[in-house]
């Protein structure tokens, strides 16, 4: 089992690194060429709460392990993205970090560690980042609903 595990985290990461060809192209053509921070910005914030998760649940060191260098690889996409992005970009990309990676990771923190205690505390988190989880794959459609 500890096998499959590994293999997941390995493939986890290879998907992790799949945007860097467009932020190479990013980062030679100095534009974002209307590319949209959203799915790095929820990523980034799916990442947060798996790591959440895993401390919680205890003794889940994979889990650990591919979220933080998840959190490490979405942050560096969206600092690249804030780098190159038009002024109105940047302060979107503000705003939904503040909103989604602050105060709504800070919400689920506290509401899960008061409202929740033992096994429904982990199963609730849980399910919350299953949640998450999916809207990391639909975000990407956002560029179908762009605000610029």
């Given at each position: 089992m500890l096998t499959l595990c590994r293999a997941g985290n390995i493939i986890s990461f290879t998907s992790l690194l799949a945007p860097m060809?467009?932020?190479?192209?990013?980062?030679?053509s100095k534009s974002t060429e209307g590319f949209q921070s959203v799915p790095y910005v929820v990523a980034l914030f799916s990442a947060m709460l798996w790591i959440f998760y895993a401390l919680v649940k205890t003794g889940e060191g994979l889990l650990i392990?591919?979220?933080a260098a998840g959190c490490v690889i979405e942050t560096v996409y969206i600092v690249m993205y804030l780098v190159y992005a038009p002024r109105k970009?940047?302060?979107?990309?503000?705003k939904i970090v503040v909103l989604l990676n602050i105060a709504g990771f800070g919400l689920i923190f506290l509401l899960t560690l008061f409202a929740f205690h033992g096994e429904t505390r982990v199963v609730s988190l849980g399910w919350?980042?299953?949640?998450f989880s999916v809207c990391v794959f639909v975000a990407p459609l956002s560029i179908i609903v762009s605000p610029f």
């Amino acid at each position: 089992m500890l096998t499959l595990c590994r293999a997941g985290n390995i493939i986890s990461f290879t998907s992790l690194l799949a945007p860097m060809p467009t932020f190479y192209r990013i980062f030679k053509s100095k534009s974002t060429e209307g590319f949209q921070s959203v799915p790095y910005v929820v990523a980034l914030f799916s990442a947060m709460l798996w790591i959440f998760y895993a401390l919680v649940k205890t003794g889940e060191g994979l889990l650990i392990s591919i979220n933080a260098a998840g959190c490490v690889i979405e942050t560096v996409y969206i600092v690249m993205y804030l780098v190159y992005a038009p002024r109105k970009a940047k302060i979107f990309t503000a705003k939904i970090v503040v909103l989604l990676n602050i105060a709504g990771f800070g919400l689920i923190f506290l509401l899960t560690l008061f409202a929740f205690h033992g096994e429904t505390r982990v199963v609730s988190l849980g399910w919350i980042c299953v949640g998450f989880s999916v809207c990391v794959f639909v975000a990407p459609l956002s560029i179908i609903v762009s605000p610029f």
